[in-house]
């Protein structure tokens, strides 16, 4: 399927690795010029040369925090007409909600919730002027059922989720969608950086944990980055206009529910 998207501009953000960068170059394939970002100068660089060299596509790229302002105003000054913006960070830390304070939650809601927010506000009205734009947040399944010991995540996702509920049907009737994408377990750097705690507690290895948890999963495995990636460019194709507000729930079948 030709997902119509061959010349858009693309904001893809922490994108050096894992579902940011599936996320890079699945749009790149489909002859997007993306603008990627994170915090790590030398990681970024290497990733950017990875997908030009795997597409032929144009890859721009700004080191920077995204959860800062200064950070995303560089991102958009790189980027400051996106067509397609794919909001992103890494996720907060796991514990105990006893242990967080003001600070913690602060950061959290920056990272998780408020970037997004603000990367929206910055180029939704562009969308909708040009009418034709296409965001996609990076959240987590955790909106759909909370994950106990990432109660920093089950929050700042959820105001985001909350947001975009009410904004995605503002501006869908001038070609603008947004919709979230709820990654379940994937095979990232983060999976295995929370899985310590939890399989020390389990008397396991990391690996034998992580195995085990992924033949657990319905699907006998955790998803990939590319699978999420090509998830993410067709919610931002040309065939996905009437596609917004919606949270996309990517687990392998791990939530249990119906619906
Ligand atoms: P990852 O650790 O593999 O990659 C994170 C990327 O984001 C890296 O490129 C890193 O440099 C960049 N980054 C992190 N914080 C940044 C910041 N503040 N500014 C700029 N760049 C930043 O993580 P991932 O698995 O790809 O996860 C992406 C998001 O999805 C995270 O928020 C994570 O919590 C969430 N998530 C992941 C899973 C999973 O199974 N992998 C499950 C649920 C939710």
Redesign the pocket.
Known sequence: MDLGLSGRRALV??????????CALALAREGVAVTI????AE??ER?AEEIRRATGATVTTVA?????EA?RAAALAACPEPDILVT?????PPGDFRAWDRDAWIRALD??ML?PIALIQATVDGMIDRTFGRIVN?????VKAPIPHLGL?NGARGGLTGFVAGLARQTVRHGVTINNL??????????R?NAGALAAKAGLSVDAFLEARARENPAGR??T?DEFGAACAFLCSQHAGFITGQNLLMDGGAYPGTL
């Open positions: 953000c922490a994108a050096s690795k894992g579902l940011g960068r599936g970002t994170a915090r790590n990681t970024l990733t920077g925090d995204i959860a800062t950070g992103n960070a890494g996720g907060p990272a998780n970037a990076i959240t987590s399944g955790s995540s709820l990654p379940g377990p994937f095979d990232t750097d983060r999976i950086g955790f998803g980055p």
